[in-house]
């Protein structure tokens, strides 16, 4: 299969789990707020070993195989992180959006609409996912790829929940709320193309784009991730839910890497 057309279809497929994630809102129950912050958890201790397994290691192994010694491996994956991070904090800072739990945020956030803040935070948090499954299928690299679109496809599944349910507790439409995770989803396929796109046409970027990738997901992480699940007053239960993302994703990536 075409390596491009491969990390979109992976990406896609990936971010499609967040529809699946908001579905129990459609069902009478009550999801507390304990439950919740485990399975955001869950989303963030996958997306970290996904960062460590799925795109810093193979990234030092692409770096060496392309003749960089250790030390210039370390060098380059440090500096593409850097770089991931840094990129997403201007985004943050000068793109307009909204956080569920923290507010309005970015330059002139007041003049737009709500629903395009909402939309404009589901593009920040979401892209780089797509972008690291993109990387990897792009590089044909399935052993790493297919561990890390199933981990980021676990992930997406609390967080389409989570977005869903902080919609609802709004007031707004049950419909309205899973159409807006849809949106979450179709996100990602957008970085998968663009991440396969740009590594299948220069196999020397394989390194830094991994490295990019995985500091845009360490920021998202720390940023946003960690503080909604432990903002629920169910700290130990969020740590105990990163725990088990972190072991889950791990078995995935060695298990089927």
Known sequence: MNPIFSGFLASLLAGLATV???????????????????ALGMGGGVMLAATAFSLIIPGKE???SQGASPMEAALIMATGVALGGVFLVLTHK??????FSKGPEGFNASNLKRIWLFIAAITLHNFPEGLAVGVNFGAGNLADGIPLAVGI??????EGLVVAL????EKYAVGYAIWVSLLT???????????AGV??????ILPWAMAFAAGAMLFVISEEIIPESHGKGKEQEATMGIMAGFVIMMLLDIGLG
């Open 94 to 99: 000068y793109l307009p959006h909204e956080h």
């Open 20 to 38: 699946v994630g908001a579905l129990p809102i459609l069902l009478p129950i009550n999801l507390t707020k304990r439950f919740q912050a485990i």
């Open 62 to 64: 692409a770096a060496l």
């Open 153 to 158: 496809g676990l992930q997406n599944i609390p």
């Open 199 to 204: 590594v299948s046409l220069a196999q020397s």
């Open 166 to 169: 902080s919609l609802v507790t």
């Open 185 to 195: 989803g179709l996100v990602e396929p957008i970085g998968g193309l663009i991440g």
